[in-house]
């Protein structure tokens, strides 16, 4: 099949159950995505039967909607087909007239194609794709199990961005379906075990909270929270992503990891309720041989992740909520240390994973990414980088002033920016022409 001369690439919609759904995050609320999909069809080029309609990534929001579903609690593996199958049923009815607009759109000879990210990764499983064949139609396309999805001999290149992320990689991306104790389920990245044993459930007091992405942006908020295990959360994860991150920041430990190990040292009931905790995970400990064996700020990162996977969420952050600090602020900016270069995951990132593409590709004349919900252009010489963001509302740290939680408690305070970006190929071969452009914005 041929490439249609319009590419429209959206990103990040996180589709979740619609109004049913007090988590759905997607901007639904005035039909924009129907609207949007239905001008795109009567514009001339899409009367033509010339557009391709790209959806590159987290188009579905599998994480999220209908929690229940997801039966088999693990550090190590995500949905069954069956279990992912339930998830997308609530996303089809929630979005009826979304999922009609995409029908009428590749009924008239354009194209939908849908990659996978990291919260739809359930794009693997064949009876998901069928079903959303089933509904979009049957000339419906996916991109799974690559990188990279180029278009217009090379010229366009599509990657969703999160493979670059420490917290929402996948060690199997071409081929995530694991055989697991009880059959085949999807592997887990970090990113959505926090988001479904923990993000999902601090949504109802805070609905904001998990509209931060990537997740390590929520968690360099809850660092700041002292009280109710939160900042012990934040830094669980963050460790995780500083082990695993290509660069670093200051090599200084986190205050919150010694503050726990301290804790742990001193404090006989702590100690002996982590013993009895590990023994969940099927580890017969003992007081002491939990201090011999978690004496470092790795080994209880470790521990905790493990805990954090078989423990209810409250359960857990009642077991690692930290004792007042002895120094005034000291569960403020300064408890980052070791993870601080694990938490600036953003533009910057992304700007130079396109270089670094664009340096390998001599053909690649545009590249367009999402996953950081941050709009982004940058132009490297006369090649171009764009990144359409999100359709959820948005926060992006690194231009706003400190927050706590409480801050997170009302969303409509936060903007939303519906941005798409479109590629255009003409016959003769010219270059690319290259644009980002808003469907609607609000404040």
Not at 84 to 108: P, R, T, V, Y
Not at 356 to 371: E, L, N, S, T
Request: proline share 5%; with cysteine.
């Amino acid at each position: 099949m041929s490439d249609r001369r319009q590419t429209l690439i959206v990103s990040d919609l996180h589709l979740g159950g619609g109004a049913a759904d007090p988590g759905d995050d997607h901007v639904y609320q005035d039909r924009q995505l129907e609207r949007f999909v239905r001008q795109r069809l009567a514009s001339p080029a899409g009367q033509a039967g010339d557009i391709e309609l790209f959806f590159n990534g987290d188009f579905l929001e599998f994480a999220q909607v209908r929690p229940q579903a997801y039966r088999s609690p693990s550090a190590d593996y995500w949905c069954s087909e069956a279990e992912s199958l339930e998830k997308l049923e609530a996303i089809l009815a929630g979005h009826d007239n979304s999922f009609a607009a995409l029908h009428d759109f590749q009924a008239a000879g354009n194209r939908v194609t849908l990659a996978a990210g990291n919260h739809d990764v359930d794009l693997y499983w064949p009876a998901v794709r069928k079903r959303l064949r089933a509904r979009i139609g049957p000339g419906l396309r996916f991109a799974t199990g690559v990188d990279w999805v180029e278009r217009h001999d090379g010229r366009l290149h599509i990657g969703h961005g999160h493979l670059e992320d420490p917290a929402n990689r996948f060690k199997h991306w071409s081929a995530p379906i694991l055989r697991a104790p009880d059959g085949a389920r999807l592997e887990m990245c970090p990113g959505t075990l926090f988001m479904v044993r923990f993000v999902n459930g601090l949504e109802a007091r805070y609905p904001f909270a998990d509209n931060l992405h990537p997740v390590q942006n929520l968690a360099t908020i809850l660092l700041r929270e002292d009280a109710g295990g939160f900042a012990s959360a934040g830094w669980m994860l963050l460790k995780f992503v500083a082990r695993h991150a290509k660069t670093l920041g200051s090599s200084e430990a986190a205050d919150v990891g010694r503050r726990l190990l301290a804790r742990l040292r001193e404090d006989d009931a702590f100690a002996q309720r982590l013993a009895a905790a590990s023994r969940l995970l099927g580890d017969d400990r003992s007081c002491a041989s939990v201090r011999r064996d978690v004496s470092d700020e790795e080994q209880l990162a470790d521990l905790m992740q493990r805990l954090f996977a078989v423990l209810p969420a409250d359960e857990w952050l009642a077991l690692f909520a930290l004792r007042p600090a002895p120094v005034l602020g000291a569960g403020g900016s300064k408890t980052l240390g070791t993870i601080i270069g694990a938490r600036h995951f953003g533009r910057e990132a992304l700007r130079d994973l396109a270089q670094r593409r664009f340096d390998a590709c001599p053909a690649a004349q545009v590249i367009v990414m999402g996953h950081t919900h941050l709009p982004d252009t940058r132009s490297f010489d006369k090649r171009h980088y764009l990144n359409p963001g999100s359709w959820t509302r948005y926060l992006d740290l690194e231009k706003h002033p400190p927050l706590r939680l409480d801050d997170l408690r009302d969303e409509a305070r936060f903007p939303y920016e519906l941005n798409y970006v479109v590629v255009e190929a003409d016959a003769d071969g010219t270059p690319l022409v290259a644009r980002l452009e808003c469907f609607e914005r609000r404040a």
